[in-house]
């Protein structure tokens, strides 16, 4: 039985890391309606950030970390403010074709950069090996980036339920229109939650690196589980992504360890029955 | 009209053909995929071509060698037939080389064949592709031609009675867990349970669990190279499964230098079968080893290797022939060839045109602080034992 | 509660008006009899055949039709081309794949016929979203036509037109064949008094009363949910 | 009214006849053969790609239903042609037939799901139906070979005239298939079923309130795309002889979707211009930089989203009306 929970756990996380990945994705696509293909591109300028930072810079792991969320965030927002905000109005096939053209450049442009050999990040010591608790093995990587997206996820529903900002970010929304209408400041409100969900897929970028493995082609490998996501966790809503995300991950586990044979196709059909069941969504609005 | 027109313009693309013969270059067509998922393993394999050109020069029997190098961009037949197409027909190359995946390798074979050019496959490692052209030679390895070694010596010398295999979901993981049963069967060898992992999933927790929860004697490992050895070596250390209790077997790709940086000291007792490693102690791998990181400011890998041999086989082959480039009179040249290459002595056997070489048995031991794979045990001589067996049906 | 308990009867060719205050329930109604929304309880019947269970198209494959109060047309589409929509569809050519438009020329003069019978001739060739507001509350009218209903339910054909222009398109209505029974919402009394035979008034949900004009003119409880509120303000 | 019945039909009969620009790109899809004989292998596999582009076209730019996984009936296609040729015959006519038959009755079959969705759902619901079947074919290696792909198709000939190396028959029995599909999706655009496709696209809502089947007519418009996506895999198949699981892949779904938006959807054409853009920049771009062609791709979608909206045609028409 204890060999059972180990496992589930390690679905778990990873299914953290793919709820890092996917919120800022679900907001943006939610609130904006903006398809943004290469949101995943952002989380690789975040992993390569973090191996920069560690690798030449010498910082330590959680500096690096925290810089990787500063620098994605960065770029989401000069990305926003030169090309994104252009094509708000555009349809959403241009959309996905202007967001797969930048996913293309990232991915050619990381390989020249960094090559396309895999990437490490010499995590801490006491993150190696694992940690016995009731006499379960428990990955302590893995238990860390837990506590990191639980973290994040409690800072990020608090901010957007407890603050004067998420009001607006969610009156924006709702409906943009009346948003506007009531002299509210969208257009920062978007630039501010792009860079939030950038700076979040930073993060999950990083904490990828010595979790799956980093290399230029990430961005275009993770797209396909981003979207499954946020398609089943529903637009816009964080407690979606969190529940899509963490339900994903440990039945992807649990199923690879009662009936491997089934492997690979059990995402997809967890993901086709319950998109059948909730079409828009666990948590969707729309 | 227009069917005689097109006739009268490929025979003056034919007569062009026949002029370049006597032209000074040698031609030679590079397919890898040089992007996409594939991408580090080409990579690697074409910094060992050029320096090999970069070491030896770039005339060859009197002749200028010109590459013209084109991109597949993973795994996609259709697109590597028609670029071998595209080289011969259009860029008129005398020689096909690169191949870093079997079905690349497979539809090339065709055109190698149909066109009568000399191919040089320097990874692609499915037994059956030198079967595809008779002017087709291989300086990689194949699957089973390793595992099968690496199954037979656990059985024996390794003193393994039982295995558990847990192998990559795809043709070449098939290929590896059949090639390590053949050698660990055949000698004596019980398997008791296997299992297969997707290809596309990096978590490798569940898996390690199951094989756990077995508490077998020895577990044989198949992955990929790339993201997913580091991945697995991770999930067997957290799993807690230690590789100095319970035997860890599996081919080369699980403990090249990157999966063990990442895995730490949890890679500390797993076996490997391997035709190449960059520990490989000889004067002539340290020489290349030296130069290759001198340049690349990385240490070479198994394909690097591939390709390395595979330049040395077209040097050696265009010097026998003085030069002349029609496809029987290098697969003439090639076959027999004999040489000491860094991994070790390897030839081309004249009748299957594949590799014959030394499959070492190493084991990840600390050396010096460092984790390094250790040689414990070798065979030499190593035919392909598919079509070893091929031949004598 | 939007709707309850109402029974109404619609004799053939007879021009009923629906009048009643906002939210009265009357575009609910017309949601109702097509299929649009499910009722709780109840039934609805097209002369015998009992309709309720049936999703909206077949309705109108059986002669239910409706125009909507806020235009649903096809913008990229020429008017030309969505009346011959309606048809090809009534006529049971959509589902043909393999032969061109130009082959079923009496379908597409049907549709000409209609759109020149609604005045709205000259409009072949420009897309409906480029035609004037006026114009497109009169396509409304054609698709619905298209289909060849026995009852044709116009929810506010008039709205948003300007009193000049909705004496126009009242008069295409009135030009419609006889037997075919018409029920419209408006809110606009001299155009009810000109052109219903009959008048509903619908209020919070139900049907208060339902007569000729002259009845519901004289109507105590109409005056006072009409008139009355209009006395006290 | 004789003049309006007139006028009706003359409607139609206009918006079917061949303009001539269209009659000059089709003679001008014969210049390979003259002016570059050398790149026929390349024609054949953009006219491959056009006419599955041609295909997502019919269910993307007419029935409004975006797909991100109609490689899966490319690949069935492919595969059915394959199996065909291995084990029964390899007369390649026959092999597009049962191949279009196969693909469309999955389609017809698949559409029952699909077609009740939409947007996002929908297009997640693609993607997992291509994924799940990609994950078939590689576990069913005793049938679809696997990784390595099917081995031991054979097709040599079509009609008597031999797949050469130069690409000559492969690019004629391409350009011949893409032109009779083309006719064929021309007919569907231009017929009754293609108005009542465009009027579901226009407006979902309106249709049901004119007696439109509109489920009826997605599950038809899906199958018949299906069928044409099974063509072009099988024409792949013929042309190759080679089979891997890479005609079922994501990346083939997504290739052919931004081949179709950036030549533009609704427009018949779009997917075929935008097949012989985007491979013949692929092609060229990755012949002077194998490594880092990706990035000039890239710039190319991202430019024409920039200054041309709507694809290549749309931005095209639009400067177009802009000039009159």
């Known amino acids: 039985m204890q060999s059972l929970v180990g496992v589930l756990f390690d679905g778990f996380a990873y299914g953290m890391l793919l709820f890092l990945l996917s919120v800022g994705l679900s907001v943006t696509l939610g609130m904006m309606n903006f398809v943004n293909l290469a949101h995943c591109s952002f989380a690789m300028v975040g992993g390569y950030a973090t191996v920069s930072f560690m690798n030449r810079l010498g910082w330590p792991f959680f500096a690096a970390l925290a810089a990787a969320f500063v620098v994605a965030a960065a770029v989401a927002v000069v990305l926003e403010r030169t090309l994104y905000r252009r094509l708000y109005r555009a349809s959403d096939l241009d959309q996905c074709l202007f967001t797969i053209g930048i996913v293309f450049i990232s991915v050619a442009a990381f390989a020249f950069f960094y090559t396309t050999e895999l990437q490490s990040a010499r995590v801490p010591e006491y993150l190696r090996g694992a940690v016995q608790i009731m006499g379960i093995n428990f990955a302590a990587y893995r238990i860390f980036l837990v506590a990191v997206s639980l973290a994040m996820a409690v800072l990020l529903i608090f901010l957007l339920e407890r603050t004067q900002f998420g009001a607006t970010v969610r009156a924006a929304v709702d409906n943009q229109r009346m948003a506007r209408g009531l002299g509210i400041d969208v257009d920062r409100a978007f630039m501010i939650t792009f860079a939030l969900g950038g700076g979040l897929a930073g993060l999950g970028g990083g904490l990828a690196v010595e979790f799956v493995g980093l290399e230029p082609t990430f961005a275009l490998t993770y797209l396909v589980y981003v979207l499954i996501v946020v398609a089943v966790g529903g637009l816009g809503s964080i407690g979606g992504s969190f529940v899509a995300a963490a339900v994903l991950g440990i039945s992807d586990m649990a199923g690879k360890y009662f009936f491997p044979w089934l492997g690979a196709f059990l995402i997809y059909l967890v993901m086709v029955a319950l998109l059948m069941w909730r079409p828009a969504g666990l948590f969707g609005k729309r | 009209m227009l069917r005689k027109l097109a006739v009268v313009t490929t025979a003056a693309a034919a007569l062009l053909a026949a002029a370049s013969v006597h032209a000074q270059t040698v031609k030679i067509g590079i397919i890898l995929p040089y992007t996409g998922q594939f991408a580090d393993g080409a990579t690697q394999l074409d910094n060992a071509i050029k320096l090999y050109v970069k070491q030896n020069g770039e005339t060859v029997a009197g002749r200028k060698l010109e590459f013209v190098r084109k991109d597949t961009g993973g795994i996609a037949p259709d697109v590597a037939k028609r670029l071998a197409q595209e080289l011969v027909v259009r860029d008129q190359v005398d020689i096909l080389a690169g191949f870093l995946l079997t079905p690349n390798a497979l539809a090339a074979g065709d055109v190698s064949a149909e066109a009568k050019k000399f191919m040089v496959v320097m990874n692609a490692a499915t037994s059956i592709i030198t079967t595809k052209s008779d002017y087709m030679a291989r300086t990689s390895l194949t699957t089973p031609q390793v595992n099968e070694s690496l199954g037979a010596w656990a059985a024996t010398k390794g003193g393994i009675k039982k295995v558990y295999t847990m192998v990559s979901d795809y043709g070449p993981g098939h290929d590896g867990e059949q090639g390590f049963i053949n050698g660990f069967k055949g000698a004596g060898g019980e398997v008791i349970g296997s299992v297969r992992f997707p290809v596309a999933n990096p978590d490798f927790a569940a898996f390690v669990q199951r094989a756990k929860d077995l508490n077998p004697e020895a577990i044989y490992i198949w992955v990929p ?48 079968g391997a035709h190449y490693d960059p520990e490989h102690k000889s004067a002539r791998n340290q020489a290349f080893v030296k130069a290759y990181v001198a340049e690349y400011k990385r240490s070479p890998n198994f394909f690097s290797m591939g390709g390395y041999d595979g330049m040395h086989l077209i040097y050696e082959a265009l010097k026998k022939t003085g030069g002349k480039t029609d496809g029987a009179a290098l697969i003439g040249a090639a076959k027999g060839m004999a040489w000491e290459s860094p991994r070790g002595p390897i030839s081309i056997d004249p009748e299957t045109r594949d590799i014959i070489q030394t499959v070492y048995i190493q084991r990840v031991e600390k050396v010096g602080g460092e984790n390094v794979n250790v040689e414990v045990d070798k065979v030499e001589k190593v035919k392909d034992p598919v079509k070893v067996r091929m031949m004598k049906k | 509660m939007v709707a309850q308990d109402i029974s109404l009867a619609l004799p053939k060719g007879v021009r009923h008006a629906l009048i009643g205050p906002n939210g009265a329930g009357k575009t609910t109604l017309i949601n109702l009899l097509t299929g649009m929304l499910q009722p709780d309880r109840g039934d609805i019947f097209l002369s015998e055949e009992r309709v309720t269970a049936l999703r909206p198209e077949a309705r109108v494959r059986r002669g239910l039709a409706r125009t909507f109060q806020i235009n649903t047309l096809f913008p990229k589409l020429t008017a030309l081309e969505s009346v011959t929509l309606a048809v090809l569809e009534r006529e049971g050519h959509a589902h043909n794949w393999w032969r061109g438009l130009p082959r079923f020329g009496a379908s597409a003069d049907e549709a000409a016929a209609i759109l020149a019978s609604l005045n709205l001739a000259g409009t072949e060739n420009r897309p409906t979203h480029e035609l004037p507001y006026g114009q497109q509350r009169l396509l409304e009218i054609a698709l619905a036509l298209a289909t060849r209903p026995r009852v044709l339910l116009l929810d506010e054909p008039a709205a948003g037109v300007p009193k000049d222009e909705s004496a126009g398109i009242f008069g295409a209505i009135a030009g419609l064949s006889s037997d075919l029974t018409i029920l419209f919402i408006e809110h606009d009394m001299d155009v009810v008094f000109r052109f219903a035979s009959r008048i509903l008034v619908m209020v919070g949900g139900s049907i208060l009363v339902e007569g000729t004009p002259e009845e519901i003119s004289r109507d105590a409880q109409v005056r006072e949910v009409y008139l009355g509120k209009a006395h006290r303000g | 009214m004789a003049n309006a019945s007139s006028t009706a039909a003359r409607y139609f009969e206009g918006q079917v006849r061949w303009r001539p620009l269209e009659i000059v790109f089709w003679l001008a899809a014969l210049l390979p053969f003259v002016v570059t004989p050398a790149y026929l292998s390349l024609a054949s596999q953009v006219a491959i790609t056009a006419l599955f582009a041609l295909s997502l076209d019919l269910l993307v730019g007419y029935a409004g239903l975006v797909s991100l996984g109609h490689a899966a009936f490319f690949g ?96 004629s029995y391409s350009l011949a298939t893409l032109f009779v599909c083309f006719l064929v999706a021309r007919r569907i655009v231009h017929s009754p079923f293609g108005l009542a496709l465009r009027g579901i696209r226009e407006n979902a809502l309106r249709m049901p309130a004119l007696g439109a089947p509109n489920q009826a007519h997605l599950r038809k418009a899906y199958a018949l795309s299906a069928a044409m996506a099974g063509v072009a895999g099988a024409l792949l198949t013929h042309t190759t002889s080679t089979v891997s699981l890479e005609v079922l892949s994501f990346g083939r779904s997504a290739d052919v979707l931004v081949i179709l938006i950036l030549g533009g959807a609704g427009r018949l054409y779009g997917g075929i211009l935008g097949a012989i853009i985007y491979m013949v920049a692929r092609d060229q771009f990755s012949g002077i930089n194998p490594q880092y062609w990706y990035f000039w791709i890239g710039l190319l979608l991202v430019a024409v989203v920039m200054f041309l909206p709507n694809g290549i045609l749309g931005g095209l028409s639009a400067l177009y009306k802009k000039s009159e």
């Open chain 4, 76 to 171: 069935l296609g492919a595969y059915s042609a394959g199996l065909l040729a291995k084990h029964f015959w390899n007369e390649p006519l026959s092999g597009l037939i049962v191949a279009a038959a196969l693909a469309g009755i999955v389609g017809y079959l698949l559409s029952h799901i699909i077609v009740r969705f939409r947007h996002l759902t929908l297009i997640m619901l693609t993607l997992g139906i291509g994924l799940l079947l990609h994950e078939v074919a590689n576990s069913a290696t005793w049938l679809t070979g696997g990784a390595d792909g099917l081995q031991g198709v054979k097709v040599t000939s079509v009609l008597g005239f031999r797949f050469d190396l130069y690409g000559r028959t492969a690019y």
């Open chain 2, 225 to 272: 190279g790339g993201a997913q050895p580091a991945a697995i070596g991770k999930a067997l250390a957290e799993r807690g499964i230690d590789a100095r209790k319970t035997k860890v077997l599996s081919q080369l790709e699980l403990t090249d230098e990157s999966a063990r940086k990442a895995m730490g000291d949890a890679a500390l007792g797993i076996i490997t």
